[in-house]
């Protein structure tokens, strides 16, 4: 049976202006182009690309701290309200960020347990015995000692400070939490406590998570599902495995490919040739055509569109836009021909 999605985005898109023309209309960047994303309750879409491809951008979107300029997103089946309305303050209690920096995230003058009472105090100000029993609650869920309230983030750890994050976003019982880079800064040792943190949290709380990185061991080990992203299109999406296990688009599989694999030898990486294309002058037809080994003509004279390439997968390729997917090798041939 189909969940009903708890958030949808559907076909946004995002635009900047780049300075002024005295002679027209002053040129745009394009950040986000046509992006489809639906997640349900309790469960984490990874959003993977490298940097540029419109990954942050999205992800504000989805929060309503950017409108997006084309398209709608939609939460708890209602119209995204405009940021700072009424409306969107009654939301915002129920979506939380996590900022790739925890350091930069944090106050520096203010004590932890003041910053993670903070949004508690902004939006129920006349509850204080309760607010006080949550961030003790919250701290202990999170793995954070009492004594750490009373210390500044300077203080902490990096580990410790991104625990305080997560609480401060957990604080007031969200229904979906974006985590933008939350682990990058993190030594990697650290990076797991993190990681299987969240993963209780999400399993306690049944919290929906876009979790977005340039990190696919990471975005593998956090996500169900996984949409890859390039110069702000969605290239691929489909269930974690299987996008992994066997890649349909030509970037995805080039990602895949520089990912090392504990226990499995290095070797058969597909090296990308070239920089990703400035946004503001994006190529013609799809995007990617100029750095991929496989292109063709057809490439580079029209867009492909995102269809269906086999039991929830999709991806936007015109050499294996009408090919089901099977197998790893049969994709391959597939390609190759």
Same mark, same amino acid.
């Given at each position: 049976m189909t969940r009903t999605p708890l958030l949808e985005a559907r076909g946004i898109g995002r635009q900047y202006p780049m300075g002024r023309s005295i002679l027209g209309a002053a040129p745009r960047l394009t950040a986000v182009e046509d992006v489809t994303i639906t997640l349900a309750r309790g469960e984490t879409l990874g959003i993977v690309g490298e940097s540029g491809s419109?990954?942050?951008?999205?992800?504000?979107?989805?929060?309503?701290?950017?409108?997006?300029?084309?398209?709608?997103v939609r939460f708890a089946d209602a119209?995204?309200?405009?940021?700072?309305?009424?409306?969107?303050? +009654?939301?915002r209690p129920r979506l939380q960020?996590?900022?790739? &920096?925890? =350091?930069?995230?944090?106050? $520096?003058?203010?004590?932890?347990?003041?910053?993670?009472?903070?949004?508690?105090?902004?939006?129920?100000?006349?509850?204080?015995?309760?607010?006080?029993?949550?961030?003790?609650?919250?701290?202990?869920a999170v793995g954070l000692s009492p004594d750490i309230g009373t210390r500044y983030p300077h203080e902490l750890s990096g580990g410790q400070r991104q625990r +305080?994050?997560?609480?401060?976003?957990?604080?007031?019982?969200? &229904?979906? =939490?974006?985590?933008?880079? $939350?682990?990058?800064?993190l030594d990697v040792s650290i990076q797991a406590q993190v990681?299987?943190?969240?993963?209780?949290?999400?399993?306690?709380?049944?919290?929906?998570?876009?979790?977005?990185?340039?990190?696919?061991?990471?975005?593998r080990q956090a996500s169900h599902r996984v949409a890859v992203m390039y110069l702000g299109r969605i290239v691929e999406e489909g269930q974690t495995d299987d996008v992994f296990a066997a890649p349909a688009h030509p970037y995805t599989k080039a990602l895949v490919s520089a990912a090392p694999v504990p226990g499995k030898p290095a070797g058969g990486r597909t090296v990308l040739q070239g920089e990703t294309p400035d946004p503001a002058q994006r190529p013609t037809g799809c995007v990617f055509h100029p750095r991929c080994p496989v292109a063709q003509p057809p490439c580079a004279?029209?867009?492909?569109?995102?269809?269906?390439?086999?039991?929830?997968?999709?991806?936007?390729?015109?050499?294996?836009a009408a090919v089901p997917l099977a197998t790893a090798a049969s994709r391959e041939t597939e390609v190759a021909s």
């Open positions: 419109g990954k942050s951008t999205t992800g504000r979107m989805l929060l309503g701290i950017e409108a997006p300029d084309t398209g709608e119209p995204m309200p405009r940021r700072g309305s009424q409306a969107w303050r +009654a939301m960020m996590i900022f790739q &920096d925890p =350091l930069a995230a944090l106050d $520096p003058r203010l004590p932890i347990r003041t910053q993670i009472r903070e949004p508690l105090d902004i939006h129920i100000p006349h509850d204080g015995a309760a607010n006080a029993a949550r961030v003790a609650e919250v701290m202990e +305080a994050v997560l609480a401060r976003a957990l604080v007031t019982r969200p &229904d979906l =939490l974006i985590c933008d880079e $939350p682990v990058s800064a990681m299987n943190l969240l993963w209780d949290v999400q399993q306690q709380m049944r919290l929906a998570m876009i979790f977005i990185s340039h990190d696919l061991r990471v975005v004279a029209s867009a492909p569109p995102l269809v269906s390439v086999g039991p929830g997968r999709a991806a936007a390729c015109h050499l294996i």
